[in-house]
């Protein structure tokens, strides 16, 4: 069976499809040849991550294609039309998820601490106004805060872990999953348990200082209703998929309050975010990398590879 890789996979992942007697065929195809190269190649599937279009015209074009599979966001196919045309589709659950923690953390350590509006400052005031810059960034610490997660995946696990480190109260909230476990794993081997149930939508808005969004769900945003609702001062990221936060009503709940900070790393009109969320000094911004590590990369090349293998050996 012929593979094509349009965007990105590790030799790790190459070597595994390879093993199992598959023809993998790396390159870039441009999008308005898609069509063309998959019927004239005959081929069975292909990988893709955010910038390769996989739409009905695609699909209903390419009767060779037996499965999608996405190193991204998913953002880009039609997965529901794929389905219901009888093809595989498959992303990875796991091999992101420690790097979309860490990000999460990366904006969040930033945010508590004001550095995303110092390391703007400090280079065209540092010189002049060193005293002024440092009375004006009074920070928080994370230790003892209570970090809400919303929705109980292998990110929001991931994310947990690095808050029990900080010293942080966890809480989760899932309207399908009632309770969960996760292992906590230190260098030297030893390990802690640590179980967890999932509360009140509305008690995890009102009780968390900061609130990341991992519901992965075209059915579920965070929105002006629940910004009236959290604590003052509230700090609300996301970086697992662009739409889960109404941006804005986090913007008016920024500029009015209670919400103090957010963090993004995905947006609703990606790649192309909104002007007021990239002028706006309370937001910590990134563009989608939250699976941009060279060790999350591998881990997803992987995963996707072994689930290739199993769904068209």
Excluded: W
Aim: net charge negative.
């Amino acid at each position: 069976m012929k593979i094509l890789v349009n965007e990105g996979i590790t030799q790790g992942g190459v070597d595994i499809l390879e093993s199992k007697g598959f023809e993998v065929i790396i390159t870039k195809v441009a999008q308005e040849q898609l069509e063309n190269y998959i019927n004239n190649n005959a081929i069975d599937a292909i990988l893709v991550k955010n910038n390769t279009q996989i739409q009905q015209e695609i699909i209903d074009g390419c009767p060779s294609l037996k499965l999608i599979a996405s190193g991204g966001s998913m953002d880009n196919i039609d997965v529901q039309y794929a389905i219901d045309k009888g093809l595989q589709v498959v992303d990875s659950k796991e091999g992101s998820a420690n790097a979309t923690a860490e990000l999460i953390f990366a904006h969040l350590s930033g945010l508590a601490r004001n550095l995303h509006q110092a390391n703007r400052e400090m280079p065209l005031e540092g010189d002049m106004n060193f005293k002024g810059l440092h009375k004006l960034y009074q920070g928080v610490e994370l230790n003892g805060k209570t970090l809400g997660l919303i929705g109980i995946n292998n990110s929001s696990l991931a994310t947990a872990k690095i808050a029990l480190g900080y010293g942080m109260k966890v809480v989760f909230s899932d309207p399908e999953i009632v309770e969960t476990s996760l292992e906590l794993e230190f260098f030297d081997g030893q390990t802690i348990n640590f179980e967890f149930n999932s509360i009140p939508f509305d008690e995890l808005i009102e009780e968390s200082d900061f609130i990341t969004v991992h519901l992965n769900s075209d059915n579920f945003k965070l929105g002006e209703a629940e910004f009236k609702k959290v604590k003052e001062g509230a700090i609300i990221i996301n970086c697992v998929k662009g739409g889960l936060v109404d941006e804005i009503a986090l913007i008016e709940s920024i500029d009015k309050g209670p919400v103090r900070y957010a963090a993004l790393d995905v947006f609703e009109n990606q790649p192309n975010p909104e002007i007021q969320l990239l002028m706006n000094p309370n937001l910590s911004l990134s563009p989608n990398i939250a699976k941009a590590t060279n060790e999350a990369q591998e881990k997803i090349s992987i995963e996707l590879a072994n689930q290739i293998a199993n769904l068209l050996s």
